[in-house]
C-alpha cells in the first residue's frame, strides 16, 4: 500500500501538463443579419420615423472556440435547462461539453416541434407541448442548431466543445480567452446558427489578438439589398434601412 | 429526255429537302416554344416578386396607419404598463380594431394582432383563436422588429398555413415612445394562388414544408413537386429561383419555375411554383394529332401557294415530258407512216435527239438491212410469162417490184419492236403470226412443220384463187401443184438468203390485180 501511495503521485507528475501560456483575445466582426438581430428578413424593414429604434436585445450568440489542443480536456457533462416561453428561448445558446444533457422546457402557451434540422437522427422532430420538457443528449463536439419547425425563429444553438477554452463573443464584438495553453489550436466562431469562421492559429505564450472580419453570413439569410433607404438611427446596424412617416 | 431526268432529280431532291425540313423543323422550334415559356415563366416569377414587394408594402402601411389610431395607443400602453385588467384592455382593442376595419375578409386581412411594449398578446381580431389573449409572441423576429421601432413584413408558416404578416410599433400619444405592436396577417392560401394566376396567367402552387398547400391544379397530380424543387435547393439559395423545369403530370407534361418565400418561412421550404404548359412533342404524329382544323383554313395555311408550286411543278413536267418525248415520237411515228405509205426511203435521223435519234437510226439500218436482202432474193415476181400457175398475173408479172416493196413495211414491225406496226394493206394486214392452219393429221413420212408448211400454201392458194376471181382475173392452169411448187421454191431461197426459220405468204390487192406478199418470219 506504501509503495502504491508514492507511485500514484509519481504518476500524476509524470503526465505532461499543458504550459500555461497567456489570453487568446480578439474582435470578431458578426454577420450582419446577426447583429442587426434580424436573421429572416421580409421585403421590407423600415424605421418609424418618428421615435428612434431600439437595439436589439437579443444576443448575438456569437461563440469563439479554440479545440485541437493537445492536453486539454473537455467540460464535463452536465444537464441545462433552456426554458422556451412564448417565441423566445432563454438562454439561447448554450456550451456544453460532450455527453451533456439540454432540457428543453416550454413555459408558454405555445406548442412547438423543435429537432436540429441539419441532423435529424440526432434530434427528430418532436411535438413540445406547453408545460413540457424535452431532454437531449448531445454526445458528439460539435455546433447543432436546434429549430422550431413551426415558428424557425425559435432557435437555440447547443455547441458541445471537447476543450474548456471558449468565449463569448460580448455586443461589440470582443472576446478573450485566457489561460490558453501553448501550441497550435483550431479557432472556430459560430454565429448565426453555423460555423461561421475557422482558421489554426499558434499560441506562443504571449498574448494573441485576432480580428476576424469577414464571419460568413447565414445560407438562409435574405440580401436586403437595394431596398429602402440607409438606415440613419442606428448605423451599426447595416440593414436597418429606410424610414417611414 | 435529259431535261425530264434534270427535273426529276430536281424534284426528288426538292422533295427530300422538303421532309428533312418537315421533320426537323418541329424539334428546334420546340425547343424554342419551350425557351419562350420559360422566358414567360421568368418574366411571371418577376412579376410575382414584384407583386409580393408590393403587396408586403401595403399591408406595412395599412398596419402603420392602424396604429397611429389613439384608442388602440391609449389601451396599449395601459397593458404595456401594467395598468388596468388586461381582459378589459383585450375588449377595448378588439372593438376598437373591429370598428377600424369592419370587413377583414374584404380587405383580405386574415387576422391582426395587437401586442403590447412586452410582447404580449392583448387582442386579436379574425382567425380562430381571436378570444384568446396573454400569450407571449416577443420572440418572434417582427414583433421584436416592431418593439424596436421598425416596419417590417414577413412570411410565416404555421399550422399548415402561410401568413404574410406585415408589422408596425404603436406609438404613445405623445409619440415619443412605443407602447406597443400591431401585425396583420394575409393568408396566402388557394384564394391567392386564384388571384396569382388570374393576374399572372400561369398556374401557380404554393409549398410548405415538403407539401402542396394551395395549387390552380389538381395538388394530387403535382405530388412530386417538392421533390423536384428539393433537388434544386442549390440553384435556389444562390439564384433565388430555379430555371424552368419540366415535370410530367400524368400525359402532361409542364415547365416550373420555383422561388423562396422571404422571410422565416424560407425556413420552412416555403415556396411558389409557377407553373406552365410544355409545348407538345415534335415527332410527327403528335403535331398532326394536334392539327386542328383551325390550322387547315385559308387563312392559316398557304393552300393557294402551294397549289401553284404543286401545278407549275406538274406543268413543268408534262411540258418536258411533251418536248422531249411524245412530240419526237409523234413526229417519229408520221414519219414511219409515212414511209409506210412509201412517201419516202428512209427517216430523217437527224431531227432526233437522244433515245428517239438512236431509235430512228436503227430503223433506217433495219430498212437498209431489209432492202438488200430483198434485192438480192427470188422474188414470185421472177415467174415467166409462160410459167404456170399464173402467167401474165399479178402473181407472176409484176411480182418482183410488188414482193420487194411490199416486203419492207412488213419487215418492220419484227424488225423494230415496241415502234409499232404500220398500217396493213387494206386486204392483207401483214402479221408475224402464222395464219391458223386447218387441223388435218400429218401425212405419213412428213413432219409436222412441213404439213404445216404445206396447209399455209394451200390456205394462200385458195385465198389467191379466190382474190384472183374477185378481181375478175383468168385463173386457167393455176394449180395447187405449181402454185405449190413455186411457192415451195421461193421459200426455200428467201429462208436461205434472210436465215429465217420460214416464210409466210399473205395474198393481197394491188391495182385490181391480186399479188402475194411474202415475209420472212424469224
Redesign the interface.
Known amino acids: 500500500m506504501t509503495s502504491l501511495r508514492t507511485l500514484v503521485p509519481l504518476l500524476l507528475l509524470a503526465l505532461p501538463l499543458p504550459a500555461v501560456a497567456g489570453t487568446v483575445k480578439g474582435t470578431v466582426r458578426v454577420p450582419d443579419n446577426v447583429r442587426s438581430g434580424r436573421m429572416n428578413q421580409g421585403y421590407w424593414r423600415l424605421e418609424n420615423g418618428n421615435v428612434p429604434v431600439r437595439p436589439s436585445t437579443r444576443k448575438p450568440g456569437t461563440i469563439v472556440v479554440l479545440d485541437g489542443i493537445s492536453g486539454t480536456h473537455a467540460p464535463p457533462p452536465k444537464t441545462v435547462t433552456v426554458e422556451i416561453a412564448g417565441l423566445g428561448a432563454t438562454p439561447r445558446f448554450v456550451v456544453i461539453g460532450p455527453g451533456s444533457v439540454v432540457e428543453f422546457k416550454n413555459t408558454g402557451k405555445i406548442t412547438h416541434e423543435l429537432s436540429v434540422p441539419a441532423d435529424e437522427t440526432l434530434m427528430p422532430i418532436e411535438r413540445l407541448n406547453p408545460g413540457t420538457f424535452r431532454h437531449q443528449k448531445f454526445g458528439v463536439p460539435g455546433g447543432y442548431l436546434v429549430r422550431c419547425s413551426e415558428y424557425p425563429s425559435l432557435a437555440i444553438s447547443v455547441i458541445v466543445v471537447d476543450s474548456p477554452y471558449y468565449a463569448v463573443v460580448d455586443d461589440k464584438g470582443a472576446f478573450s480567452i485566457p489561460g490558453v495553453p501553448d501550441g497550435k489550436a483550431n479557432l472556430k466562431v459560430w454565429a448565426g446558427g453555423h460555423w461561421a469562421h475557422e482558421e489554426s492559429i499558434e499560441t506562443n505564450g504571449k498574448d494573441l489578438s485576432i480580428r476576424i472580419e469577414s464571419a460568413k453570413n447565414q445560407p438562409e439569410a435574405k440580401d436586403a439589398e437595394g431596398q429602402g433607404k440607409e438606415g440613419d438611427s442606428e448605423g451599426k446596424e447595416p440593414d436597418s434601412k429606410g424610414s417611414a412617416e | 429526255m435529259f431535261l425530264s431526268k434534270i427535273w426529276f432529280i430536281l424534284v426528288a431532291l426538292f422533295a427530300g429537302v422538303a421532309l428533312s425540313i418537315a421533320l426537323t423543323a418541329p424539334r428546334p422550334m420546340v425547343q424554342r416554344l419551350q425557351e419562350l415559356e420559360g422566358q414567360r415563366l421568368d418574366r411571371a416569377e418577376y412579376a410575382m416578386e414584384q407583386m409580393?414587394?408590393v403587396d408586403?408594402?401595403k399591408w406595412?402601411d395599412r398596419v402603420?396607419r392602424l396604429g397611429r389610431d389613439a384608442v388602440l395607443a391609449e389601451a396599449l400602453d395601459s397593458a404595456s404598463r401594467g395598468s388596468g385588467e388586461l381582459g378589459v384592455q383585450h375588449r377595448t382593442v378588439q372593438v376598437r380594431i373591429q370598428a377600424l376595419l369592419p370587413d377583414l375578409a374584404g380587405a383580405g386581412i386574415s387576422t391582426i394582432v395587437a401586442v403590447d411594449a412586452n410582447?404580449r398578446v392583448v387582442a386579436r381580431v379574425g382567425g380562430d383563436d381571436d378570444k384568446?389573449f396573454?400569450?407571449?409572441?416577443?420572440?418572434?423576429?417582427?414583433?421584436?422588429?416592431a418593439?424596436?421601432?421598425?416596419?417590417?413584413?414577413?412570411?410565416?408558416?404555421?399550422?399548415g398555413r402561410l401568413l404574410r404578416v406585415?408589422g408596425?410599433?404603436v406609438?404613445s400619444k405623445s409619440?415619443?415612445?412605443?407602447v406597443g405592436a400591431l401585425y396583420v396577417g394575409a393568408e396566402t392560401g388557394p384564394q391567392f394562388a386564384e388571384r396569382l394566376k388570374k393576374n399572372l396567367d400561369v398556374d401557380v402552387a404554393l409549398l410548405l414544408?415538403g407539401k402542396v398547400i394551395a395549387s390552380t391544379i389538381p395538388s394530387e397530380v403535382l405530388s412530386g413537386l417538392p421533390d423536384m424543387v428539393e433537388q434544386h435547393r442549390q440553384d435556389i439559395?444562390n439564384l433565388k429561383r430555379t430555371p424552368a423545369l419540366p415535370i410530367d403530370v400524368g400525359n402532361e407534361t409542364y415547365l416550373a419555375v420555383a422561388a423562396p418565400f422571404?422571410?422565416?418561412?424560407?425556413?420552412?421550404k416555403a415556396y411558389y411554383v409557377l407553373i406552365g404548359k410544355k409545348p407538345a412533342h415534335a415527332d410527327m404524329r403528335s403535331l398532326l394529332a394536334s392539327t386542328s382544323a383551325r390550322d387547315l383554313k385559308w387563312g392559316s395555311f398557304p393552300w393557294i401557294p402551294l397549289l401553284v408550286t404543286i401545278l407549275g411543278i406538274i406543268a413543268v413536267g408534262l411540258f418536258l415530258q411533251r418536248f422531249e418525248v411524245e412530240g419526237p415520237m409523234q413526229r417519229l411515228r408520221a414519219e414511219l407512216r409515212s414511209l409506210v405509205r412509201l412517201d419516202g426511203a428512209k427517216l430523217d435521223d437527224h431531227k432526233y435527239g437522244g433515245g428517239f435519234g438512236g431509235i430512228a437510226r436503227d430503223v433506217n439500218a433495219a430498212l437498209e438491212h431489209v432492202s438488200i436482202a430483198m434485192s438480192g432474193a427470188h422474188p414470185l415476181g421472177s415467174h415467166g410469162p409462160g410459167d404456170a400457175p399464173a402467167a401474165g398475173s399479178a402473181f407472176a408479172g409484176g411480182g418482183e417490184s410488188h414482193f420487194a416493196q411490199a416486203a419492207r413495211p412488213a419487215a418492220g414491225p419484227p424488225l423494230i419492236p415496241g415502234l409499232g406496226a404500220p398500217p396493213p394493206p387494206a386486204f392483207a394486214p401483214p402479221s408475224d403470226e402464222p395464219p391458223a392452219a386447218s387441223p388435218s393429221p400429218p401425212a405419213y413420212g412428213t413432219t409436222a412443220s412441213e404439213q404445216d408448211e404445206d396447209g399455209h400454201i394451200r390456205d394462200v392458194y385458195e385465198q389467191f384463187l379466190a382474190t384472183k376471181k374477185e378481181c375478175g382475173e383468168p385463173t386457167t392452169g393455176l394449180t395447187l401443184e405449181k402454185f405449190s411448187q413455186r411457192l415451195h421454191d421461193n421459200r426455200a431461197a428467201l429462208m436461205a438468203k434472210h436465215d429465217c426459220r420460214t416464210v409466210r405468204f399473205t395474198v393481197y390487192v394491188k391495182e385490181g390485180k391480186a399479188s402475194l406478199r411474202a415475209t420472212p418470219v424469224k
Open positions: 409580393l414587394k408586403a408594402h406595412i402603420a410582447g384568446s396573454g400569450e407571449n409572441i416577443g420572440g418572434a423576429e417582427l414583433i421584436d422588429d418593439l424596436r421601432g421598425y416596419l417590417s413584413d414577413d412570411v410565416w408558416g404555421a399550422g406585415a408596425a410599433p406609438l409619440r415619443d415612445r412605443i414544408k439559395d422571404p422571410g422565416q418561412a424560407g425556413l420552412q
